[in-house]
């Protein structure tokens, strides 16, 4: 049965397609950035669009009971004593307990780097979903992803983020593949919710009528951009069709580790590692802000993996706590000034970056982060500064 592309008043308010939108504000103690887009007639990510770390119980995204959840990032009875990571049977123990062990990162990098490998089936690859397009698609699918478990409400957006980035990727090097994408993009977006309900991730909101009714106003919304290929015929079938067509894409890989599944494993690893000495509970908002911007305005890619921005956001996270010296993590290729110029550009409003740590303690912490990400300290550095530069970009970019 094909679809009505009209929609009730309640559905059409909820994609604002006013000439004053703009992405919001994101401003947080460890990763502040205040973008303004030019009035373009986009979908605005706004707080309908938006979830909020705020309100996301800790124990519930990481799984993890002892991880410390004050509101402070230190104790201020206590200085927190660090010490080197012993990797003892207890330690490796804890680690498998908790879901985050050193196998688990090995088989994710593995899972990444297949991802978002280019396509080998020889072809040219065509050109990337235009930006514009990728943040209005990202917006839907936002909105339309309810989680399916209480907790989880960012889940949902960077898994459909990944699936939208490899789709595309994986089905670069079709013929007309960019022309594709542009006209078939309201029911890609159809599929990957559908698929999301299947996995369990979000609940079963997306196959309802009233979403397929949206994704004809989305398709509509697209032809108003002036991408007029864009077909809004939309049926039950099509979308069936279309989620044949994206499991081939991503070579039926449907788990494949965000940038927040990263975070949340390394920040999981940390607490162990550190014997639950820090309160990780704003560093990992923090990082998640930043993890958000970067995902809505660029797509992952094997020069930018999620692994690589996860180990960087932590990185800066920690700093931003005021639990490693910014200088700590400047990367050789630039001078103390340049790299403390770019940590200031995403951090304007603090002043003078202070360490609270003892040098023994900060040595010890490097020591538990390189562990936790199981990556050496000149990569840490590079991902810091991959991370930063990513952070700086996303504010500037105009979709």
């Avoid at 299947?198 to 979403?211: G, Q, R, S, Y």
């Avoid at 560093?283 to 094997?302: F, K």
């Amino acid at each position: 049965m094909q679809l009505k592309s009209l929609a009730t008043e309640q559905v059409a308010n909820k994609l604002d397609v006013e000439s004053s939108c703009s992405i919001s504000t994101v401003d947080t103690d460890c990763l502040t950035c205040t973008s303004s887009v030019p009035p373009t007639p986009i979908v605005e990510l706004g707080t309908d669009f938006a979830f909020d770390v705020e309100h996301l119980p800790i124990e519930t995204i990481l799984g993890v009971e002892e991880v410390v959840v004050d509101s402070t990032v230190l104790d201020a009875q206590k200085e927190p004593r660090i010490d080197k990571p012993v990797l003892s049977e207890a330690v490796l123990d804890a680690l498998d307990d908790h879901g985050v062990s050193d196998e688990l990162l090995e088989a994710w990098t593995a899972r990444e780097k297949k991802a978002l490998s280019p396509p080998s089936r020889g072809g040219a690859c065509g050109d990337a979903l235009p930006p514009l397009l990728r943040h209005t698609a990202l917006s839907f699918l936002c909105f339309n992803a309810k989680p399916a478990t209480q907790g989880s409400e960012g889940v949902s957006f960077f898994e459909a983020a990944q699936l939208l980035d490899v789709f595309h990727l994986k089905t670069s090097d079709h013929p007309n593949s960019a022309q594709l994408n542009i006209q078939n993009l309201p029911m890609t977006c159809a599929a990957i919710l559908s698929l999301l309900q299947k996995m369990d991730v979000i609940t079963a909101e997306p196959v309802d009528p009233f979403c397929a009714e949206g994704i004809c106003i989305f398709a509509n919304h697209l032809k108003s951009l002036g991408y007029h290929m864009v077909n809004d015929q939309v049926t039950c079938e099509m979308i069936n069709d279309e989620e044949k067509r994206v499991l081939q894409g991503i070579q039926w890989q449907l788990k494949v580790p965000t940038v927040e599944s990263w975070l949340n494993t390394f920040v999981t690893r940390l607490s162990v590692l550190s014997h639950g000495s820090l309160c990780l509970k704003e560093v990992w908002q923090q990082c998640l802000c930043g993890a958000q911007v970067v995902t809505m305005q660029q797509a992952s890619t094997m020069d930018r993996p999620p692994r690589k921005l996860a180990v960087g956001f932590l990185g800066i996270g920690l700093a931003g706590a005021q639990l490693l010296p910014v200088e700590a993590l400047r990367p050789t290729k630039l001078s103390s000034a340049q790299w403390m110029q770019l940590y200031k550009d995403i951090r304007p409003q603090e002043l003078q970056p202070q360490c609270v740590l003892p040098d023994q303690h900060v040595q010890s912490l490097l020591e538990v982060l390189k562990e936790a990400v199981q990556v050496d300290f000149a990569e840490i550095k590079e991902c810091c500064h991959l991370a930063a530069l990513a952070m700086k970009a996303s504010c500037s970019l105009s979709p």
